[in-house]
């Protein structure tokens, strides 16, 4: 039995010569030789270069685009976003470190996260970066700290609105979450700031992640910009930044289809000329993570062995869940599917019968690949999974079996 080549959207930001995948301008085999060993992730800079335009285009030009580095904080990555975006959102002290060595400046990082210690709100304020407080403590704690240090935090109300991302992957605001103030707390949370004389900036809406549906995007910064509109009521100094999160996502699984951003750009078109009546004096913002780096991204893990287990036809590979957890389905997905996967040396040859690649790991849990069509490999052949330049290495278990650590590459 013979089929073609199931092509994912993916695949066509790399290039094919002969057999081979070529990312980066360089043929898999070569560009492992430049690694020096497998598993390995490969992020290309060409593609995340032409994503920002694109986006850039789509968008209107007084929208800010930051990059929420959670999702690729590998630092030379981080450096080279920084060439690109307006602004890091950053979501833990570790990361902040991360940003501020780029040499960006402290004006254009900001800092969420539900659960910062005082050492980071700290550090946070000494360095001069926007923090998104999420609680009634950050509040206070952040008014000793100014004290101490004498210079007023600035900071943004993170919002927990009243309202969800509709079909989005995770869901991080609307009903009760550790996100974030709750909108009907704003009020006193927004009294609380003046009267501790905090450098209040603005609001930081957040309602979810990994969405490919541009109505429910534009209508979720819709109801975050009457959000903010209802919430300045309650203040008498300007707003200075609107930042309405992200969410957008990228097509993994067959059947989905990449975002189409012209929507979202005509949606933001009016948000964008309200602004300037409403807040003259306010930045519009957008943090995405995924959206901007994860099709630049491929895992490259070498065949090691292979079986065929009653009938079904299994490749074995050096690497799996302990450095790319979301492609072995164990990142938040609640019924398993195939991430995009093919064999990078082997990108022409017809695809065998249906075959599982799982990683060296003695758990069932290590699937990369479950009864795909695929061409029939052998021994040291590359097997490549797409869409992995996001939450890949740093949301993986490198530990977990004592397996070598995963090398990363900005090519
Ligand atoms: C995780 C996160 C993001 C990025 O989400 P993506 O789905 O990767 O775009 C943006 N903002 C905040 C506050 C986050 O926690």
Redesign the pocket.
Known sequence: MQHTMPVHESMSQFGIDGDSLVVGGMPIELLAARVGSTPFYAYDRSVIARGIELLRAALPKKIEIHY?M??NPMPAMVCFMTSLVDGI?V?SGGEMKIALDTGISPQNVSF?GPGKRESELRQAVAAGVLLNVESFREIELLARLSNELGRAARVAIRVNPDFELKGSGMK?GGGPKQFGIDAEAVPLALGKVRALELAFEGFHL?AG??NLNAESICEAQNKSFELAIKLSEHISYPVKLLNL????GIPYFPGERRLDLSPIGENLEKIVEKTQKIFPEAKLAL?????LVGESGIYVTRVIDQKISRGQRYLITDGGLNHHLSASGNFGQVIRKNYPVAIGNRMSPPCNDPTTIVGPLCTPLDTLADKMLLAEAELDDLVVVFQSG?YGASASPNEFLGHPKVTEVLI
Do not use: H, V
């Open positions: 929420a959670k999702a959102d979501a969420a991080m957040f992640s990994q999160g992200g969410g957008f943090e995405l993570g995924r959206f996001a």
